[in-house]
C-alpha cells in the first residue's frame, strides 16, 4: 500500500487475486502533482468536491505495458451529470477546480504519457487568458516524433471555460493520438486580435472521438491544421465529430461587445478520414472572415508542410443554421505548395438561414476556388433568405463535381463563375462534366441550367415543407436519383431545438 501525503490511499480488491487499483484521494489544496507522479494503472484519483488545486499539472509518461487507465475525477455521483450525459455549468459548484498560476496550462501531458482519464473536473482559465487550459501532447519541435506522442487519453464530462472578461485563446490543444473527448462543456473561448478555438490540433496523428460537447469559440470552434506539423509528414487522420453544439453566443455581437476575432464554426486545413455528423451548429457572421460557416481549406500554413491535405471527408446528418454563408472549399493553398482538397462529401444536411443582409458576407451556399477534386453535394435542405447565390466559383476547375437531389434557392446569381454567366456558361467553364440533376433550384430559370432539374417559386418550396420535412402529397417525394425524397432526410438530422445529442428530427 502507497502512501503521498497529503493523499489518503484506499487498495481495493477484486475478491481473492491481483488488486485492481488504488483510490488515492487528495484532499482541496493538497499535491495533485504527487499524485499524479505516483499513480499506477488502474488508479483513481479522487478530487474533493468543489476543492481548487493550483497548478500547472502534468500527466505523466509510466513505464511498462500494464495498460489499464489511470482516472482523475471529482468524488461522488450526486449532482453530477451522468456517464453518456453531457456536463452544463451549473454542476460547477460540486467540481474539482484545476487553476493554472500563469499562462501555462492547467493539465497537460509528458511527451509519451498514456491511458490517462480526466473525468468531471472544471478547469479554469490561465491568467489573463493566455495560451492553452488544457494541452495534449506537444505543439512544438519537440514533439518531432511519433514516440513522443501522448496517446490513449479520455476527456469526459469536464468544464472547461476561459473568463467571461477577458476571454482564452484556446480550450483544448488536441496534439496527442487515440483521444476521445465527450460530454464537455467548453465556453468563452473568446480572443482579441487573434484565433481562438475550442478544441485545435496540428502536430498529433489522429483517432479521435469528439463527442457529444457543447463548444464555443470566437475563432474556430474546432479546427485541424493551422499549424505546421513538427512530425513529418504528419496528416492528422481518423476523426470523428458527432453529436456536439457548436455556439457563437449572440452576445458577441452586440453594440458595445468586445471586438472577440470571429471566424468560423468548423475549419479543417490539415486532415484525412473525418465524419462529421449530427452535430448542431448555429452563428458565424462576417468579421474577421467573411461569414461561411463550414471551411474545408487546406494550408501549408507557415511553408513547412508541402504535405497537408484535406481529403476524405464526410459531412452528414448536420443542422447548421443562421450564417452569413456555408461552405467554403479550397483545393490548394494558393500562398505555399500542397495537396489537392478531394473527397468531400456533402450530404443529408439542413442550412437554416443563409442571410447576407443578417449576418453579412455573400450569402453564398458552397464557394469553389482553386481546384478542389471529387466533390459531392446530394441531398441537402438549404434554406436561404438574402442570398448572393447557390455555388460561387472563385477560380479553378473543379473535376468530379456531383450536385443531386439537393432543395435551394437559386438566389442572385445560382451556379455563377468568375467572368462567365449564371447556369451553363459558368459550369461548362469551371465544372466541367459536373453532374447536376434533380436538384430544386427555386427561383431560377431552367434555360440557363441543365435538364433534370427545378424550378418552382420560393413561395412553392415553402408549400412543399413542414419543417425541413416534405408533406406528404410533395411531388418530390421519392423524386430523387436514388428513389429518396429530394432534400436532406429529416430523420439524420438533429431537431432544431436540440442541444442533447441524438436529438434527432423524427
Known amino acids: ?28 489544496g493538497g499535491d495533485l502533482q504527487a499524485a499524479l507522479n505516483n499513480a499506477r494503472p488502474g488508479d483513481t ?89 488544457v494541452a495534449l501532447g506537444d505543439a512544438s519541435s519537440a514533439q518531432h516524433s511519433l514516440e513522443r506522442v501522448p ?29 476521445a473527448i465527450t460530454g464537455c462543456y467548453i465556453s468563452d473561448i473568446k480572443a482579441i486580435g487573434v484565433d481562438s478555438q475550442a478544441i485545435a490540433g496540428w502536430n498529433g496523428p489522429g483517432d479521435y472521438t469528439i463527442q457529444n460537447n457543447y463548444l464555443e469559440a470566437a ?44 471566424k468560423n464554426l468548423f475549419e479543417l486545413k490539415n486532415a484525412r478520414g473525418v465524419i462529421v455528423e449530427h452535430n448542431v451548429m448555429e452563428r458565424s457572421w462576417q468579421q ?48 505555399h505548395s500542397s495537396r489537392q482538397t478531394n473527397r468531400i462529401v456533402i450530404r443529408d444536411n439542413v442550412f437554416d438561414g443563409i442571410d447576407k443582409a443578417a449576418w453579412g ?3 453564398y451556399f458552397l464557394l469553389l476556388s482553386d481546384a478542389p477534386r471529387d466533390i459531392t453535394v446530394d441531398h441537402n435542405t438549404i434554406v436561404q433568405r438574402a442570398s448572393g447565390g447557390l455555388v460561387k466559383i472563385a477560380h479553378g476547375v473543379t473535376s468530379g463535381f456531383t450536385m443531386t437531389n439537393n432543395i435551394a434557392s437559386h438566389g442572385e446569381y445560382g451556379i455563377i463563375g468568375r467572368d462567365r454567366g449564371i447556369g451553363n456558361d459558368s459550369i461548362a467553364a469551371y465544372l466541367p462534366g459536373a453532374t ?3 436538384n430544386v433550384i427555386a427561383g431560377g430559370k431552367a434555360s440557363a441550367y441543365p435538364s433534370g432539374n427545378l424550378f418552382p417559386s420560393v413561395d412553392d418550396v415553402r408549400k412543399q415543407l413542414a419543417g425541413y420535412r416534405l408533406v406528404a402529397s410533395s411531388p418530390w417525394r421519392r423524386a430523387g436519383t436514388d428513389g429518396r425524397d429530394l432534400g436532406a432526410n429529416p430523420d439524420l438530422v438533429p431537431h432544431p431545438g436540440a442541444t442533447a445529442p441524438s436529438t434527432l428530427l423524427r
Open 151 to 179: 496517446s490513449h487519453l479520455a476527456l469526459d464530462r469536464l468544464y472547461i471555460h476561459g473568463d467571461p472578461e477577458r476571454g482564452q485563446r484556446r480550450g483544448i490543444a488536441l496534439n496527442s493520438s487515440s483521444t
Open 45 to 133: 484519483i479522487l478530487l474533493a468536491r468543489d476543492g481548487s488545486y493550483l497548478g500547472s499539472f502534468v500527466l505523466p509518461a509510466r513505464r511498462g505495458d500494464d495498460d489499464r487507465v489511470i482516472t482523475v475525477r471529482t468524488e461522488g455521483d450526486a449532482d453530477l451529470p451522468r456517464e453518456g450525459e453531457r456536463m452544463t455549468p451549473s454542476a460547477a459548484e460540486h467540481l474539482a477546480k484545476l487553476r493554472s498560476p500563469n499562462g501555462s496550462p492547467a493539465l497537460q501531458t509528458a511527451p509519451g504519457a498514456r491511458g490517462w482519464r480526466i473525468a468531471l473536473v472544471e478547469i479554469q482559465a490561465t491568467r489573463d487568458g493566455a495560451g492553452t487550459i
Open 219 to 262: 475563432g474556430e470552434n474546432i479546427m485541424f491544421g493551422g499549424g505546421d506539423p513538427a512530425i513529418p509528414d504528419l496528416v492528422p487522420t481518423k476523426i470523428v465529430v458527432r453529436d456536439n453544439l457548436l455556439s457563437k453566443p449572440l452576445a458577441w455581437r452586440e453594440p458595445g461587445a468586445p471586438k472577440w476575432q470571429i
Open 361 to 363: 458576407g455573400d450569402g
Open 288 to 335: 474577421a472572415q467573411t461569414g461561411y460557416a463550414v471551411l474545408f481549406t487546406v494550408r501549408n500554413q507557415d511553408g513547412g508542410c508541402p504535405w497537408c491535405q484535406v481529403e476524405e471527408v464526410q459531412f452528414r446528418g448536420n443542422l447548421v443554421r443562421d450564417m452569413a454563408a456555408g461552405i467554403q472549399l479550397l483545393g490548394s493553398d494558393p500562398n
Open 1 to 28: 500500500m502507497r502512501f503521498v501525503m497529503p493523499m489518503v490511499v484506499v487498495l481495493a480488491l477484486a475478491g481473492i487475486g491481483d488488486p485492481v487499483g488504488s483510490t488515492i484521494r487528495v484532499p482541496s
Open 436 to 438: 447536376i440533376t434533380r
